[in-house]
C-alpha cells in the first residue's frame, strides 16, 4: 500500500513559478518510479513528467524546458518545479506511482491568471 500526498498548489500569475511536492508513505519509495499528471476542467488526464528509481526523467513536450522533477529518496518525495508557467499549465496536478496497482494522490490545485 502506498500513499501520496500533493502539496504546492496555487494561485500565480504568468511567467511565474511554483514548486510542487509529493510525500509518500512507506519503506519502498525509493525503488519507485513516480509521475506527474494533471487534469484541466474539461479535459483527460493527461501526462507532465516522470522520473525512475534511477532518477532518469522524462517529460512532456508542452513542458519540456519549463519543468523539472526530481526525487528526495531521504524524504520519501518527488518534486516538480514548474518555471515559465502559462495559463494553459492550470490544471489539477496528481501524483503517480505503480506497485502492483495505480496509485495516485488527491491533487493540488495549480492556477495560472494572464
Known amino acids: 500500500q502506498v500513499q501520496l500526498v500533493e502539496s504546492g498548489g496555487g494561485l500565480v500569475q504568468t511567467g511565474g513559478s511554483l514548486r510542487l511536492s509529493c510525500a509518500a508513505s512507506?519503506?519502498?519509495?525509493?525503488?519507485?518510479?513516480m509521475g506527474w499528471y494533471r487534469q484541466a476542467p474539461g479535459k483527460l488526464r493527461e501526462f507532465v513528467a516522470q522520473?525512475?528509481?534511477?532518477?532518469?526523467?522524462d517529460y512532456a513536450d508542452s513542458v519540456k524546458g519549463r519543468f523539472t522533477i526530481s526525487r528526495d529518496n531521504a524524504k520519501n518525495t518527488v518534486y516538480l518545479q514548474m518555471n515559465s508557467l502559462k495559463p494553459e499549465d492550470t490544471a489539477v496536478y496528481y501524483c503517480?506511482?505503480?506497485?502492483?496497482?495505480?496509485?495516485w494522490g488527491q491533487g493540488t490545485q495549480v492556477t495560472v491568471s494572464s
Open positions: 512507506g519503506s519502498i519509495f525509493s525503488i519507485l518510479g
Open positions: 503517480n506511482t505503480f506497485w502492483g496497482k495505480a496509485y
Open positions: 522520473i525512475t528509481s534511477g532518477s532518469s526523467t
